[in-house]
């Protein structure tokens, strides 16, 4: 599977764009040039130069040091979120299908209602009883989402479940959990990384929308969202206040994206 | 006697390494007679046939020989001569029935389409064709059927409605590859009745399998593939009380029937 | 040894215009399996032949009627009572490539039900797994591989190597042979049928062909709609077949061999 993932360019490109972010978010002390929270209104929108790559925003801080610190917040709060997403909607998703009848009925009509409300919504009156804050707006995306993940992990494994190998394995004195963890699992493996590698996109993407509405990350916070939501009055002044941060977001997304969907082909040549 | 098709030389090789899966292929199918194919999976039967039926994806398979229907050689012929010859003259019954229609069109539909797209016919008259030719395979509540979706019928119905379009346009060939296989016995039965009773209008068969029940049943001519090549062919009395080949013998013998049987 | 009482399965879906619709796929079904013999049950497609083997091994519950497995009712065992009953209780299901998971290697498969079922030690597994590899005559190589690189014969043998690998008394096959080539057949039965008479297992054989059930087997029960409707023991030839359903499946055999019509 490694020698294929090398072979398709896509799924290389993709690659190669992940681990930029990842390389800028872990070394953002040693890329930025300045404190990406210094204040100094003596250089607001200050031009490029050798201090300021790219310039400073309308406070004088430096753009390319909080564009830099900004991958840290997006992965940082994409990726734990996504794990914490993954266990969860595992757990639910494969208990449900296993077990199957009335109980995964019930699950899947829980279901139904809770996907009846649009995420923003949901996050939205989260936040708001929750109030503002990183951690908070990590929970309301968790509590958003993990049901739209719990749903294809379900079909998986009840796609999975009707295999053959299933019944042969209870046939040969496997218990459940032994059926669960060392059959289905593995085997919905490969499809479950490519869901949640899309689904890092999606999230980044949601997230950064929420704080360009303001939403979870407090003002200041060199959170490319944020910045975008900060550069707004400046839109025909200083249009690249907005351009470099849109660039960022587009660039991870699309980093995160191009390599799931590459992945997706790789497993499923046929195209299903 | 006659030949009404030749194939000769026929080779096909992968495109992707050059690899030869059909090697050397000849083989006369006479008029009004039919013709066996028996081999196992990989012994290139139904390659050959497709090859035939130029149903091969070239992207994927170089065929290289002649095919001879009618003094014109089917491989050397443009797109549109083959659409006017597929189905009118030579007709495919392949060995899954659900995939050989379309699971959105009604039955009835279907037929009245395969039978206008070659001749001239109103609407009407295709749909009473097609209720007639359906009678004929022993099938009932035929206007039923004539309104029904594919995925609502059983394999063995599709089956028989399959041999009815293929007879509805009076082909001189019919190639049906390993189109039993799939079925209870005692449809298989029925429709293997039926390919006699089609030989007896002096259309010819090629009848594909792996089955020497098959072949004993109806072939009149057999030719016994392995690894792509004809390793053995004759009248189908001289394959059975004389068989030449060891692999041939051990086909034989890996039937299992009791001896004691007769049958009728 | 193996009891079945008056077993019924249902199920029930809905028709096209959202009614509910019972369908009765095992009906009232009663039989004994005793040890040391050979059982066939032969029924075509959609005669609830499957079904019934899911019932007997517990891996669907039935609607109603009872299964007894050495006098012991196995409704009425626990979850873990009846997962150690499995070892004397196996199956080989008809597809050997889906029934072995894709992701793990032949070995592996091999030693599941041994480690489920005992407790020994590294080395006595590898021997045993070597033991068993030879006994389905397979080369020692295989273990190193995966399913799919595997031919649909060798899957095959693995699944018996993995089914006998707990000396079970009872092994049920529910059409193990079909979808194989003949000569490949052939083998796979006659293997069967030495170790039968080396493990002492009873077979009980799940099958449309008659032939294969003959072959077989001694003791023979033809199915049709849910229901036995003939039962057979120590059968001699074809003509032991009484009732009227069973003579059809007969007459609809193949022959062996071609008819005199068909020399030309």
Not at chain 2, 4 to 18: A, S
Not at chain 3, 44 to 65: D, F, N, W
């Amino acid at each position: 599977m490694v020698k294929e993932i090398l072979k398709n360019k896509q799924a290389v490109i993709g690659l190669i764009m992940m681990f930029i972010v990842a390389f800028i978010a872990v070394f953002a002390p040693f890329i930025a040039v300045n404190n990406p929270e210094e204040i100094s209104p003596a250089q607001k929108f200050a031009r490029f130069s050798g201090r300021y790559p790219l310039g400073a925003d309308q406070l004088g801080r430096c753009i390319f040091s909080r564009l830099i610190y900004g991958a840290r917040y997006s992965l940082g709060i994409a990726i734990p979120v996504l794990l914490i997403l993954a266990v969860i909607s595992t757990f639910l998703g494969t208990v449900s299908a296993y077990i199957g009848g009335r109980f995964d009925r019930i699950f899947s009509i829980f279901c139904d209602i809770f996907m009846a409300f649009p995420p923003l919504l949901v996050v939205l009156s989260l936040v708001g009883a929750l109030g503002q804050g990183i951690l908070n707006i990590m929970i309301a995306v968790i509590f958003s989402m993990w049901v739209w993940f719990a749903r294809v992990i379900r079909s998986y494994v009840l796609m999975e479940k009707k295999k053959g190998y299933v019944t042969a394995s209870k046939i040969v004195g496997c218990s459940d959990i032994q059926i669960i963890t060392r059959h289905i699992i593995p085997n919905i493996l490969p499809a479950f990384i490519v869901y949640f590698s899309t689904g890092v996109a999606g999230i980044i993407l949601m997230i950064s929308g929420f704080s360009f509405l303001g939403l979870g990350i407090e003002a200041g916070v060199p959170e490319w969202g944020a910045m975008l939501s900060s550069a707004k009055p400046y839109l025909y002044s200083r249009p690249l206040l907005l351009i470099y941060p849109g660039i960022f977001i587009l660039f991870t997304a699309a980093g995160f994206n191009l390599f799931g969907e590459a992945l997706r082909d790789i497993i499923s040549p046929e195209g299903g | 006697m006659s030949n009404l098709l030749e194939i000769r030389e026929l080779n096909i090789t992968l495109v992707e390494n050059q690899r030869p899966i059909v090697k050397n292929v000849s083989f006369n199918v006479g008029k009004g007679r039919i013709l066996g194919i028996i081999g196992e999976s990989g012994s290139g039967k139904t390659l050959t046939s497709k090859a035939i039926m130029r149903l091969l994806n070239e992207k994927i398979f170089t065929v290289k020989g002649q095919v001879e229907f009618r003094g014109n050689n089917l491989l050397q012929m443009s797109e549109r001569e083959i659409e006017g010859v597929m189905g009118k003259d030579i007709s495919m019954i392949m060995q899954n029935p659900m995939t050989a229609f379309d699971p959105m069109m009604k039955i009835g539909k279907q037929i009245i389409e395969t039978v206008k797209a070659h001749l001239p016919l109103s609407k009407k008259q295709a749909y009473d064709m097609g209720v007639q030719q359906l009678k004929k395979m022993n099938l009932n509540r035929v206007s039923e059927i004539m309104n029904s979706y594919p995925h609502t019928l059983s394999g063995g119905m599709l089956q028989r409605i399959m041999i009815a379009i293929a007879l509805l346009l009076e082909p001189r060939i019919i190639i049906a590859d390993e189109a039993t296989t799939a079925l209870d016995v005692s449809t298989q039965s029925i429709i293997l009745d039926e390919f006699k009773k089609i030989q007896d209008k002096g259309i010819s068969l090629i009848v594909v399998t792996h089955d020497f029940g098959v072949i004993a049943k109806v072939a009149n001519d057999v030719i016994v593939m392995k690894d792509g090549e004809i390793i053995e062919d004759g009248t189908v009395h001289e394959i059975f009380y004389n068989p030449k080949t060891e692999y041939t013998k051990e086909l034989l013998k890996a039937r299992l029937l009791a001896d004691e049987v007769s049958y009728a | 040894m193996l009891e079945v009482k008056e077993l019924c399965k249902q199920y029930t879906g809905r028709d096209k215009k959202g009614r509910k619709t019972t369908i009765q796929a095992v009906d009232n079904v009663s039989f004994i399996v005793e040890r040391n013999k050979s059982y066939a049950l032969v029924g075509e497609s959609g005669s609830g032949k499957s079904t019934l083997a899911r019932l007997i091994t517990h891996i669907e519950m039935s609607t109603s009627g009872q299964i007894k497995i050495d006098n012991k009712d196995m409704s009425k065992m626990g979850k873990r009572e009846l997962r150690m009953k499995r070892a004397d209780f196996q199956m080989v299901m008809q597809d050997g490539q889906s029934s072995l998971d894709p992701r793990i290697k032949i070995y592996d498969s091999i030693a599941e039900p041994i480690r489920n079922f005992s407790s020994i030690n590294k080395k006595e597994e590898k021997e045993k797994i070597e033991n068993l590899t030879q006994k389905v005559e397979l080369p020692l190589e295989v273990l190193n591989r995966f399913p799919h690189e595997l031919s649909g014969g060798q899957q095959k043998r693995i699944c018996i190597a993995r089914a006998i690998s707990v000396r079970p008394k009872f092994i049920i096959f529910d059409e193990a042979v079909s979808g194989l080539d003949v000569t490949v057949r052939k083998k796979i039965l006659d293997l069967l049928l030495r170790l039968r008479n080396e493990l002492k297992s009873t077979y009980f054989f799940i099958t449309h062909d008659i032939d294969v059930a003959m072959y077989i087997a001694k003791n023979i029960l033809v199915m049709k709609d849910g229901q036995i409707v003939e039962q057979i023991e120590n059968i001699k030839s074809f003509s032991d077949f009484k009732h009227e359903y069973s003579q059809m499946l007969i007459k609809s055999l193949l022959p062996k061999l071609p008819s005199n019509t068909q020399r030309k």
